[in-house]
C-alpha cells in the first residue's frame, strides 16, 4: 500500500526501495514525489543518508532501456522466419531446439538476477558500511550513521555496519574508542566486536580498548555485557564504573572499580592518580608507535600522579624525564629509559 506521508519510525533502506512514491521520484521524477521526499529527508540527517542508500540502490540494480533500429527489427525478422522454416521441415529437432533455448534462456535469467543480487549487495555494504582510522597520536570524533559518537583513540581502526533489516547495529574495533550509543527503536541492540570479546550495548556510554593481547572494558553509564571468545570465560555484565580487563595470554579476567578519569584522554589528556610508569609506557608505544626499553623494571614501577596533556608528545616525556628522575635518549628508531648518572 502506498503511504501518502513518510513515517520515519517505520521506513528503513528495503521499504524505501519497495515504495512506488520513492521509485518515482527516483526513477521517474515526479515532481509531486519529490518535493514530498525531499521535505522528509529535511527532518533529520539520518533519513536523507538513508534516502541517498535507497536511491543509489534503484540507480544500481534498473536495467537500461533500449531502443533497435528499424534495420536491426528487419534482420532478426528474417533470422526468425528462416529459423520457423528450417523446423517446419525437422520436427524432432524442433522439440530439442526449444528445450535448449528454454534451458539457455533460464540461465541467462539466473545470470542475470545474481548479477543484480551482487551488485544491490556489494551497493548496499558501500553505502551501510563505515571504517576509520586514525594515525599514531592522532584522535578523531566520528559520528556514526546512527547518530552514536566515537571518540577514536591515536593508532585504532573503526568499522561500523547496520544489518539489511535494520535490526542489528556492529562495529569491530581494532586499539581504543570511548562509545556513546544512542538508543534506536528499530535495532535490537549494538555490538561491538574485538579479537577478544564481543560487547553488547544500549543507550550507554563505555570505553572499549583493545591492545596486543589485553582487552579492557570501562562502563560510564548505562549496562553491557562483555562475552570473552574464551569458553572458559563466563559473560559478564557491568554496572557504571566498573572496569573488566581480560588477558588474552593469561587466560585471565579481573575486575575493579575505577571513575571517569579512566577515559580522560577524550579530553586531550591523562588524569593519573598513583600511577605506574609501565601505564603511560603502553601509551607511548601503543598511540604513538615507540619501541621503548627499560635498562631497570624497577623503573617501570614509579609512580605519578596529576594531569599530563597529550597534545604534544615531547612534553609527556619532558615531565616524566623530570617528575621521575630518569634518562631517556634515543638511537635510531629506539628509546631507552634509565636511572640518571
Known amino acids: 500500500m502506498q503511504r501518502d506521508q513518510p513515517d520515519h519510525e517505520t521506513y528503513s533502506v528495503t521499504a524505501l526501495v519497495g515504495d512506488p512514491s520513492f521509485v518515482r521520484w ?3 521524477n515526479d515532481p509531486i514525489a519529490a518535493a514530498q521526499w525531499k521535505k522528509w529527508m529535511s527532518g533529520a540527517p539520518e533519513r ?8 543509489q540502490l534503484l540507480l544500481q540494480i ?3 532501456a533500449h531502443q533497435p533500429t528499424e534495420e536491426t527489427l528487419t534482420a532478426s525478422y528474417h533470422r526468425f522466419s528462416q529459423t520457423i522454416s528450417q523446423l517446419r521441415h525437422e520436427p524432432v529437432k524442433r522439440r530439442r531446439l526449444y528445450a535448449l533455448l528454454s534451458w539457455r534462456n533460464a540461465a541467462i535469467w539466473a545470470g542475470l538476477l545474481a548479477c543484480v543480487g551482487t551488485i544491490a549487495w556489494y551497493t548496499w555494504r558501500e553505502k551501510t558500511t563505515l571504517k576509520v582510522s586514525t594515525a599514531l597520536g592522532e584522535t578523531r570524533q566520528v559520528v556514526l550513521p546512527d547518530s552514536s559518537l566515537v571518540m577514536l583513540q591515536a593508532n585504532s581502526t573503526l568499522t561500523y555496519r547496520r544489518s539489511p533489516n535494520g535490526q542489528l547495529r556492529e562495529a569491530w574495533l581494532h586499539g581504543e574508542a570511548y562509545f556513546r550509543v544512542n538508543q534506536d527503536k528499530k535495532a535490537a541492540g549494538f555490538v561491538v566486536h574485538t579479537s577478544d570479546a564481543d560487547v553488547t550495548v544500549l543507550g550507554t556510554t563505555f570505553d572499549l580498548k583493545q591492545r596486543r593481547h589485553r582487552t579492557a572494558v570501562f562502563l560510564q553509564s548505562g549496562k553491557v555485557r562483555v562475552d570473552f571468545h574464551d569458553p572458559q570465560q563466563t559473560s559478564r555484565i557491568l554496572s ?3 572496569l573488566v580487563e581480560y588477558d588474552a595470554q593469561d ?7 575505577t571513575d571517569s578519569s579512566y577515559s580522560s584522554w577524550v579530553q586531550g589528556k591523562l588524569t593519573l592518580v598513583d600511577a605506574p610508569l609501565s601505564d603511560i609506557i603502553d601509551i607511548l608505544e601503543n598511540n604513538y608507535g ?3 626499553v627499560v635498562n631497570d623494571d624497577k623503573i617501570r614501577q614509579r609512580k605519578i600522579e596529576g594531569i599530563i596533556y597529550l597534545e604534544n608528545k615531547a612534553d609527556i616525556l619532558f615531565i ?3 617528575v621521575l628522575d630518569i634518562q631517556i635518549s634515543r638511537r635510531n628508531d629506539t628509546m ?3 636511572n640518571r648518572k
Open 26 to 28: 527516483v526513477l521517474q
Open 320 to 322: 616524566i624525564s623530570n
Open 240 to 242: 557504571p564504573g566498573d
Open 48 to 55: 536523507a543518508a538513508m534516502a541517498e542508500t535507497a536511491r
Open 290 to 292: 615507540e619501541k621503548i
Open 336 to 338: 631507552y629509559f634509565s
Open 62 to 64: 534498473r536495467f537500461v
Open 251 to 257: 587466560k585471565q579476567v579481573s575486575s575493579s572499580r
